[in-house]
C-alpha cells in the first residue's frame, strides 16, 4: 500500500524566503510526526499531532517554525524567513495507533538547502 | 531518555555476520531497545525491539544479557543492501513518545 509522502523532495530557498513542507501520511493514521535531519546526524524531534491536535511542539527550533494538521490528515511544515542553519533532511513519520510509538512509518524527506 | 552509545561506523565484507553493540547504561525498567535502519535518501525504518533476551525476525536478532545495559544487532549474511545507518534508540513501548534518535553506526558492506 501507499507509505507516507512528502512533497517536494527537494527545495532551494534563499535566505529569508518562506518554505512550505508537505506530508500525506498513511490512510487512517491517527499520529504524525515531523523531525529534522542535519547532515550526518539522526533525526530529531520537532513536532507531534494527534488528529488535529498538536500535541507536542517543543522540538521547534525558533518561533518561525509553524506546522498544522488542520483535518487530521495532511501536514504542512512552514518555516518562515529560512536561515541557512535550516537547511537539513525535513522527515514526517505517521503511526495508526498513538500507543505504539516505535511503530512510526516514516516518508522520504525533504531536503532543505538555504542558500 | 537513556542516553546509548554506539559506534560511529563498521566495515563488513558481503557474506559476513555483523554484529552491532549499543551501550545503555542508564536504561529504566521500563524501557524497550528498539532499532531502526536507514538507507541514504529514506527515512529510518524499524527493524527489531526487544526487552530481554534474543528476540529473533526475517531481518535481524538482538541479544540483550540480563542485567540491560547494552544490547547487540545481528546481522547475518550481510549483502551490498544492507550498508545503511543503524541506530539503538532506548523506548517505553507504549504511550506517546518522540523517538530521540543518536548519531547512529553507519555499517559499510563491501563486495
Known amino acids: 500500500g501507499a507509505g507516507v509522502s512528502q512533497s517536494p523532495r527537494y527545495k532551494v530557498a534563499k535566505r529569508g524566503q518562506d518554505v512550505a513542507l508537505r506530508c500525506d501520511p498513511i490512510?487512517?493514521?491517527?499520529?504524525l510526526f515531523w523531525y529534522q535531519q542535519a547532515l550526518g546526524q539522526g533525526p530529531e524531534f520537532l513536532t507531534y499531532f494527534q488528529n488535529e491536535a498538536q500535541l507536542d511542539k517543543s522540538g521547534l527550533p525558533s518561533d518561525r517554525f509553524f506546522a498544522e494538521r488542520p483535518e487530521g490528515s495532511v501536514s504542512t511544515l512552514k518555516i518562515q524567513r529560512t536561515q541557512q542553519e535550516d537547511s537539513a533532511v525535513y522527515l514526517c513519520a505517521s503511526s495508526l495507533v498513538p500507543d505504539s510509538p516505535y511503530e512510526q512509518y516514516f516518508g522520504p524527506g525533504t531536503r532543505l538547502t538555504v542558500t | 531518555l537513556a542516553k546509548t552509545t554506539q559506534p560511529i561506523s563498521m566495515d563488513s565484507y558481503e557474506g559476513q555476520e555483523v554484529n552491532i553493540t549499543c551501550s545503555h547504561n542508564n536504561i529504566a525498567t521500563n524501557d524497550y531497545i528498539t532499532w531502526y535502519q536507514q538507507f541514504p535518501s529514506q527515512g529510518p525504518r524499524f527493524i527489531i525491539q526487544?526487552?530481554?533476551t534474543k528476540v529473533t525476525n526475517e531481518v535481524a536478532s538482538l541479544f540483550i544479557p540480563a542485567d540491560r545495559k547494552s544490547s547487540t544487532l545481528s546481522l547475518p549474511r550481510v549483502s551490498l543492501s544492507d550498508t545503511a545507518v543503524y541506530y539503538c534508540?532506548?523506548?517505553?513501548?507504549?504511550?506517546?513518545?518522540?523517538?530521540?534518535f543518536g548519531t547512529g553506526t553507519r555499517l559499510l558492506v563491501s563486495p
Open positions: 534508540l532506548v523506548m517505553q513501548k507504549t504511550g506517546f513518545q518522540k523517538l530521540v
Open positions: 490512510s487512517g493514521h491517527v499520529s
Open positions: 526487544g526487552y530481554k
